[in-house]
């Protein structure tokens, strides 16, 4: 990214010099009005040419961001004009002639296609009508001033390349910087709702449970027990209006192509079919297990299958690995789940670290917390921490 002070050099930078040579031009003027030419002498120019012309250099050089390559252009013919009433001070006044070359570079270095012949045209013109009204002007000279001038645009062409390459470079890792970046966000929002979806399918099977056992011990009462009926009931009517203002908050989130709302949601229970489904994708895995297994609520449950399937997906699709492993281990208030292999380092692609983000949000969700990075002896290993209850 470029510095606030480089931005205002390439602002200011132009204008200054323009602006110095000027003010040169008319000091050297003032001190020295006369020149002498093939023994003659001739006065330089009316002070007031000077200043107009040097002026409306100036300014055009400065409009020159909003003009493009019309406002130096425009203040070489100012200066070229100038030589029609001062025909002994372009090619005869030292400070003179490098504003003029500065500006056929400056030109040079805004030329963009077709424009760029144009302001070639016009150095041609401004050479040709300054050696035109030279008190000495002969061909030779029409040719070395032409040819300079042609130089210092042809050098204000060149030096522009390298600028736009490095601007280009700079707009192309910001580009990719934003698209990373949104593409992470959709990641991210993309898993916020796969976790809702699931969490919905979670929610509705406990609450459709809890109804129904509602309405059995309902069934089960005296009929003397009116309050207690009642009461039953308004719990059975709250559950089914939970559901459906569940089905119709969650609804939007489904995806025309979604399983039904309550298919089976997979757990630790589904862990080996997983496994079995990576060895006959190709990659060896590993399985091991330590601890007592514990009966983990069910949002807890289906994290910890995502997370392992999450982290397996990632290595066979970015590490190349040649085996992978699976460590499951029960502690009393935490479930620690370690998936490696022995592929690259680090995750490869375009995308390869945005399965870490939707990990992460689940695993927030459930107060659990997710390490990744190289392994001790290479490869990559993720590691995911778990309390085995949630608090409530």
């Not at 204000?156 to 934003?178: C, D, H, M, T, W």
Request: proline share 5%.
């Amino acid at each position: 990214m470029r510095t606030g002070l480089v931005e205002r050099v390439e602002r200011y930078a132009p204008t200054v010099l323009a602006a110095l040579f000027a003010l040169g031009a008319v000091i050297e003027d003032l001190i020295s009005p006369m020149v002498t030419i093939g023994g003659r002498r001739y006065d330089r120019a009316p002070e007031a040419v000077v200043v107009i012309a040097l002026c409306s250099a100036v300014a055009l050089v400065a409009l020159g961001r909003r003009l493009g390559v019309i406002g130096p252009l425009s203040a070489l013919a100012a200066v070229g004009l100038a030589a029609i009433p001062a025909p002994a001070w372009l090619l005869n006044s030292a400070l003179v002639f490098l504003l003029a070359m500065f500006v056929c570079g400056f030109s040079g270095y805004l030329a963009v296609g077709r424009v760029g012949l144009l302001g070639l045209g016009v150095v041609w013109l401004v050479a040709s009508l300054a050696e035109w009204r030279n008190p000495e002007r002969s061909a030779a000279n029409w040719v070395s001033v032409g040819a300079f001038m042609s130089i210092a645009w042809c050098v204000g062409l060149l030096a522009r390349r390298p600028v736009i390459q490095a601007r280009s470079a700079e707009e192309r890792a910001i580009r990719f910087e934003q698209e990373q970046d949104e593409s992470a966000r959709r990641a991210v929002t993309e898993e916020r709702q796969r976790i809702a979806r699931e969490l919905h399918d979670i929610i509705a099977h406990s609450v459709s449970v809890m109804t129904m056992q509602t309405g059995a011990v309902r069934r089960l009462l005296l009929p003397a027990q009116v309050r207690e009926r009642e009461s039953l009931l308004s719990v059975e009517q709250t559950g089914r209006d939970a559901m459906s203002e569940m089905r119709r908050l969650v609804g939007l989130l489904k995806e025309e192509d979604s399983a039904a709302a309550y298919s089976p949601q997979p757990g630790m229970q589904s862990l080996d079919a997983l496994i079995a489904t990576v060895r006959e994708a190709g990659l060896p895995v590993d399985v091991a297990f330590e601890g007592e297994p514990q009966e983990l609520p069910p949002g807890v449950d289906l994290t910890a299958f995502r997370v392992v399937q999450e982290a397996l997906t990632n290595a066979r699709k970015h590490a190349d690995p040649s085996r992978a492993w699976v460590r499951i281990r029960w502690a009393v208030d935490e479930l620690r789940i370690e998936i490696g292999n022995d592929g690259h380092s680090r995750p490869q692609g375009p995308h390869a670290g945005f399965g870490h983000a939707g990990m992460r949000e689940r695993l927030g969700l459930y107060g659990g917390r997710l390490e990744n990075g190289p392994g001790t002896d290479g490869g990559y290993v993720v590691r995911a921490y778990l309390p085995v209850r949630t608090e409530t």
